[in-house]
């Protein structure tokens, strides 16, 4: 049986809204509300939503940087990560006790240009983490950055140039060496081929994957793109306005979404499966509320075909549904 590596347990993030002269917490995000997830060794975990529903708050969250980007953030839950010494909790370590799990939990991000520092050539950004988590000598590091910087398809003669020298595909794979430096058991990719061309994506997705098998990688991979996130999943989760709606077994997800905003989703995207016609596709009207006012009740009735009264009461638990993936629908 596969074995966790990572459980989010009931997590929740609400970011603080300041305001006034003197800069006061006014208001309060609810970026994150109450998800629970879990990733097994060497599984990839797709993660969709529209903008804004928290996708990024999960990943940072999960990688602990939340408390040293976001002034005030608060965070509930648990991220229990199963180290070789055993289960741990992150969500609570300060950033001396969070050192010991870094070089496990890596993240790559969206736009590899803002997260590659300008100044630094290849070489130092990959052998960066290298000094940081281990005492490996100079020589060794030096063949380490060299085959990695191979492996993911670049030049040993790239080590001395710089980002902006650089193509999209090119600096994400700097970004992929620079996590792939220090073993990592979980890489979070959060949107990592968004910014890139179509063809160049689907370069950078093999690449990914070819490496996941090499390494025994497990991956959450961040997607607004359903299409995306099918192929490469083993399993996806969909949120909505911080909430999990959908989660389960990516075909069947793909297959028999069994959530109305899932069904949207699914319905959008451009090549659909068999047996659906272009009529067929859902369109989703209403405004998207904010976090900061939540509709009471199901986050997503405001927008839904389905929508009754009771909706409105309580937020619908995930329950199990026909093809065997939970959904917190109990309409469909
Ligand atoms: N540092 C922050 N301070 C305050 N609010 C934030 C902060 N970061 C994100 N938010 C808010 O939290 C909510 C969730 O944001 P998040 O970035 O996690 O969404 P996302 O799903 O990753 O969106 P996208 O697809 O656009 O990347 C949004 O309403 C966003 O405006
Ligand atoms: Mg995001």
Not at 44 to 56: D, F, H, N, R, Y
Not at 123 to 147: C, F, G, M
Not at 277 to 288: A, F, M, N, P, V
Request: hydrophobic share 40%; aromatic share 4%.
């Amino acid at each position: 049986m596969a074995s966790p590596l990572l459980e989010v347990k009931n997590l929740v993030v609400r970011y603080a809204i300041w305001g006034g002269i003197l800069r006061h917490k006014v208001g309060e995000i609810r970026a994150v509300d109450d998800i629970s997830l879990t990733i097994d060794a060497g599984e990839t975990v797709g993660l969709v939503g529209e903008s804004g529903c928290g996708k990024t708050t999960v990943a940072k969250a999960i990688c602990n940087i939340l408390k040293a980007t976001a002034p005030g953030v608060i965070e509930q839950g648990e991220v229990i990560f199963h180290s070789a010494n055993g289960p741990v909790n992150l969500l609570p370590l300060g950033r001396a006790e969070m050192r010991a799990h870094r070089a496990d939990i890596q993240m790559i991000f969206q736009d590899p240009f803002a997260s590659l520092n300008p100044r630094m050539t290849v070489r130092e950004i990959v052998e960066r983490p290298l000094i940081v988590h281990t005492d490996k000598s100079r020589k060794a590091r030096r063949q380490i950055v060299d085959s990695l910087l191979e492996r993911v398809g670049l030049q040993p003669a790239d080590a001395t140039r710089y980002p902006h020298e650089f193509s999209g595909g090119q600096r994400q794979r700097v970004g992929i060496a620079r996590a792939l430096s220090v073993h990592p058991k979980l890489i979070i990719a959060d949107e990592p081929v968004s910014a890139l061309d179509v063809s160049v994506q689907s370069q950078v997705i093999n690449l990914l994957r070819e490496l996941q098998s090499e390494f025994g990688l497990a991956y959450l991979f961040v997607a607004h793109d359903l299409s995306v996130v099918h192929h490469i999943s083993d399993r996806i989760a969909v949120m909505y306005l911080g909430n999990l709606v959908e989660t389960g077994d990516s075909e069947a997800v793909y297959r028999h979404p069994s959530h109305p905003y899932s069904q949207a989703l699914i319905s959008a995207v451009p090549h659909p499966v068999a047996g659906s016609s272009r009529e067929d596709r859902i369109k989703l009207t209403g405004e998207i509320p904010t976090p900061v006012n939540k509709p009471s009740g199901c986050p997503f009735r405001t927008r839904c075909w389905l929508a009754r009264e009771e909706c409105e009461q309580s937020l619908p638990p995930l329950q199990q549904k026909e093809s065997g993936q939970l959904a917190a629908c109990p309409w469909v």
